[in-house]
């Protein structure tokens, strides 16, 4: 006999969860088709060089890699961004502007924890094609609108440029080739703190003793208006071309987000978001909820560059990703309204065998309406059955015995409230319609 | 530069491709909730030895198998059913008689050809924890109503019992250690034809000279309704209890769908069907075509001892899988009416820059009414923008100039027949719903 389990870091769903997850998926997906965005799909695997030298040196190491019948080294899908950058170049007859989302499983190797799987589901949006930072702004939008169509009360998303942080990085006097490094840095601050931040910095000798009180501050600001917020941003990159136009392009970010009247309290411009993939080339953003401690359950900006990794003819590209087992785990902690969960509503019950055809006439008939109809397999105890619809959770029960069948009635069991009615088999679906929409 | 290419046997799905998918695999799971089944899922990744043994010699050479951090052996998931046969046994907390549907990717290492692919999805709806054969004759129901719900004109579902077979076998006296020989042999009746059958089993020494003209006889026979042919089967397993009991199920079976009303044309009772897999113990059946040359589109039956193999506890068992890859070449081939294709249904042009705010809001507008709507992002000439418009096949485009901005109109084009209307905003929503409706 061999012992059933399966390995640490995977999940198996059943009904309830998986339900709850079809939900999720489904606004999401209502939310994406709203805006114009069609679904493609890859496969799981692809070959290891399409991956490999992509995710940086910790991401490296997570790719499940192996070996193919041909010999050649194959990967797990790692993240749904760069299968997307290798079909934009495999198939030029797509028409540009290209919104797509891709909503899939992904694997890292990580070591398993609480929130942290090793097979995990994305969900990706992507407008390949054009460099309008209102493709970034609609990112945001829809960022919005999932989370408010979900039953998310509090919730921010943080926006910046990776622009503005080269442009003050260039203001500062680093060095190009130490930018990375500061990127990488800024990005460790929720994790390290600002006195980390510059600890690391001031030791790579990036920022003089002079400067420490001042970028402390900058990395500790929480407070203002986002028009402030950005007039601040402003300051640290006058007079840098790349910095300005960082600061140009979240003005038109404002812009977007005021258009479609997202209120300021959900959204904040912030220099010390720096997102760590090394891909990025214009805004960014992500957003967190306060509580559970969880990190950040979307994700994304600008990678304008990606794609040329993968053709001569490269396309600008932005994108964001969802979360989906920390937006799932979120709602299971906080949001009150989950979506619905769908469910057999009547479940007919079999007092003989001989009734079974009159049973499965009953159960089309009922089906036919759109009513989640099961029969009951086997004569047993009617105690029996009715503990079956209990545990299931079923609402309704439709009970048929001889006397029933022969006057042409049914007896309709309301579980909720454990009364019963007998009832014309012709009255049947309007009652149970009647009820259910209560 | 990276060539980019993905691995033979597995493929990538554009929109047009994917939302086909989409639907056919909602047309099933309506039809699946309908009857009361609920989804579960499971990791891709499974220990080897979960999987190993379980699919005969050739299955088990088909099973990717890699070696995990731990140094374990994983395996991706070779097909649904027994990653189920695992979960019925890792938690006895489920509710039985258990209904559930599990929709999801596998993998094979076959050689790829025509319809053949090394990653495709299987659909799989299983009753567990019952060994009533209603729970068989139902999933032959929801068969029949998906295939009719997808638009399917011409199937046919065949349907055996292996204790029929059995029953058969038992009294032409073929020794219990040779059965499973005989049912491979009936199993490659399409390949080989009757005379090839009757080679490899009196070759076998299973059968003697003198029954060659009847087995070939049964081999052949196609015709006779229902009864007739349940009749004839009937005198094959005469006095052998085991097949007895196999044609009072297969009865029930007919009763089931009789009541159902699923018209004597869409499925055969069919003494030739074998089923390749070793763990069938009851009724089996699967779901043929005749146009285009594909094999059968859906297979299963009652597998009772299975779950055992996991745990200490079985359950009677019966399922049916779907094989989404061949449903879609066939309706793809044949089927005229396809689901509709979602679509972007209305696209705004951007006259210039500052117009964006004011598209955004009409968006918006549109949005909440539930029109699938996008913004063009780039100032683009006219023409440009109208020709991704009829790229992408969108139906109507709404073009707002400075003009129209002031008097509060949008321009309304309809692509299909190339004529505008300038038209209150406030008309726009009620406009554009006329018009998608017709």
Redesign the interface.
């Known amino acids: 006999?061999?012992?059933?389990?399966?390995?640490?870091g995977?999940?198996?769903?059943?009904?309830l969860k998986?339900?709850f997850r079809?939900k999720v998926i489904e606004v999401m997906t209502t939310v994406f088709?709203?805006?114009?965005f069609?679904?493609?799909?890859?496969?799981?695997?692809?070959?290891a060089?399409?991956l490999e030298g992509k995710y940086g040196e910790e991401g490296e190491r997570l790719i499940?890699k192996?070996?193919?019948?041909?010999g050649?080294m194959?990967a797990l899908r790692y993240d749904l961004t760069i299968p997307l950058c290798?079909?934009m170049?495999?198939?030029p007859e797509?028409?540009k502007?290209f919104?797509?989302y891709h909503i899939a499983?992904v694997?890292r190797?990580d070591k398993p924890q609480k929130g942290r799987f090793r097979?995990f589901y994305q969900c990706d949006i992507d407008?390949i094609g054009?460099?309008?930072v209102?493709?970034d702004g609609?990112l945001l939008?829809i960022t919005y609108s999932v989370l408010k169509n979900l039953g998310f009360k509090n919730f921010l998303m943080r926006i910046n440029n990776r622009k503005v942080l080269n442009g003050f990085a260039l203001k500062e006097g680093i060095d190009k080739k130490d930018v990375l490094f500061f990127l990488r840095s800024v990005d460790k601050l929720d994790k390290i703190g600002p006195e980390g931040v510059w600890q690391e910095l001031s030791k790579k000798g990036l920022f003089g003793k002079d400067s420490e009180t001042r970028f402390i501050d900058l990395m500790s600001s929480d407070a203002g208006s986002n028009a402030d917020r950005l007039g601040e941003m402003d300051k640290l990159v006058e007079g840098v071309p790349v910095g300005e136009e960082g600061i140009k392009e979240l003005k038109i970010i404002n812009?977007?987000l005021?258009?479609?009247?997202v209120p300021e309290k959900y959204y904040q411009f912030d220099f010390t978001l720096a997102r760590g993939l090394d891909y990025y080339t214009g805004p960014i953003f992500e957003t967190v909820v306060k509580e559970p401690k969880i990190g950040s359950i979307t994700g994304g900006g600008r990678y304008d560059n990606l794609i040329g990794?993968?053709?001569?003819k490269s396309f600008p590209a932005t994108g964001t990703s969802f979360g989906l087992e920390r937006i799932v785990t979120v709602m299971e902690e906080l949001v009150s309204d989950k979506p619905n969960v769908?469910?057999?509503q009547v479940?007919i019950t079999l007092f003989e065998t001989g009734l079974?055809?009159?049973n499965?006439?009953l159960a089309?008939t009922l089906?036919e309406a759109?009513?989640?109809?099961?029969?009951y397999?086997?004569p047993d105890k009617l105690k029996k059955q009715l503990t079956?619809a209990a545990?299931?959770g079923i609402p309704f029960v439709i009970i048929l015995g001889p006397d029933e069948s022969n006057e042409g009635k049914v007896t309709l069991k309301n579980m909720d409230i454990g009364k019963q009615v007998t009832i014309p088999q012709s009255d049947m679906v309007r009652k149970i319609q009647e009820n259910l929409s209560r």
Chains 1, 2 share one sequence.
């Open positions: 006999m061999i012992t059933p389990q399966i390995p640490k995977f999940r198996d769903f059943l009904p998986m339900i079809q088709e709203t805006f114009g069609e679904p493609v799909d890859t496969p799981c695997i692809e070959y060089e399409t499940y192996f070996q193919d019948r041909g050649r194959v290798r079909i170049s495999m198939y797509i028409v502007p919104k797509c499983p694997w190797a097979e407008i054009t460099d309008s209102y493709a609609e939008i812009e977007t005021t258009a479609h009247g990794l993968f053709s001569k769908a469910k057999t479940l079974m055809s009159m499965l006439k089309k089906r759109g009513i989640k109809t099961e029969v397999f086997s079956y545990n299931r």
